[in-house]
């Protein structure tokens, strides 16, 4: 079975600063996908940025950028130049080449102004 | 484009009871998938269904049901209501089955309280 920690329950960052969420996982598999999802408050969960295992290079969506590294099994998250509207929890998943989804606890992020 | 609907938004149920929750995705979109989030277990995996057929299944107890229909809308219904099924009940929506890695569309959820 695979397992996914967000060892950051909370975390904060000032407007426009940069900050790092981080992920582990935990998989016997070779082959699978990574995730970041985003929910805001009272608000849909949306994809932020995704991750296909046997890519090398690192998914990039405009100011979110991952580091993959397969064999740490580590998939953290960069937000870089951070908006208020980032606010948010965010969740790092797992899924199988099957489409079993797994994922971790989640980070809340704060934006401060 | 509308996005992924689910209905009833908010329920109250009693121990005992059963309920159906319902989601329509976005049109076009052949895959259902169905999620708990709790504050004690977080973001489960409950099931998916493609094309009116059960692809993936979680690890929850038979209580636990779907079915999806041929427009693609699917219904979940859980019987015999416990306290621990309270929870937000999310569906996600996508054009193909999840093991072909497509992109998933999450609706705004149903909120369910068991008393």
């Known amino acids: 079975a695979q397992t996914v920690t967000q060892s950051q329950p909370e975390m904060s960052v000032q407007e426009a600063e940069t900050v790092t969420l981080s992920c582990t996982y935990d998989?016997?598999?070779?082959?699978?996908?990574l995730f970041w999802y985003k929910q805001p408050p009272s608000r849909q969960m949306i994809l932020v940025i995704r991750?296909?295992?046997?890519?090398?290079q690192n998914a990039t969506e405009n100011r979110f950028s991952v580091n993959f590294q397969k064999a740490a099994k580590s998939f953290s998250l960069k937000i870089s130049d951070s908006q208020l509207g980032d606010t948010a929890m965010y969740f790092c998943?797992?899924?199988?080449?099957?489409?079993?989804?797994?994922f971790g606890d989640g980070t809340t992020l704060t934006v401060k102004p | 484009k509308a996005g992924v609907t689910q209905t009833p938004r908010y329920l109250i149920k009693t121990r005992g009871q059963q309920v159906t929750l319902s989601c329509s995705p976005i049109s076009g979109h052949r895959s259902v998938s169905w999620y708990q989030q709790t504050p004690g277990q977080g973001l489960q995996f409950l099931f998916e269904?493609?094309?009116?057929?059960?692809?993936n299944k979680g690890n929850f107890p038979g209580r636990f049901s779907g079915r999806q229909f041929s427009n693609s809308r699917s219904e979940m219904n859980v019987s015999t209501l416990e306290l621990g099924d309270s929870a937000l009940y999310l569906c996600a929506s996508s054009w193909g089955e999840l093991a072909s890695y497509n992109e998933q569309f999450f609706g705004p959820g149903t909120r369910l309280t068991v008393l």
């Open positions: 991750q296909e295992a046997y890519k090398q």
């Open positions: 998943a797992f899924m199988n080449v099957a489409g079993k989804s797994t």
């Open positions: 998989t016997s598999e070779s082959n699978y996908y």
């Open positions: 269904y493609f094309s009116e057929t059960q692809r």
